[in-house]
């Protein structure tokens, strides 16, 4: 069981998540 990997991808892709999701707002506004 490789939890701790797990979560650190989670956790990237969580962030990659929400600057993409900024950056589209940013750009609507």
Partial sequence: ???????MIVAAMADALEQM?????????
């Fill in 1 to 7: 069981m490789k939890n701790d990997s797990m979560q």
């Fill in 21 to 29: 999701l900024a950056d589209q707002v940013d750009d609507d506004g």
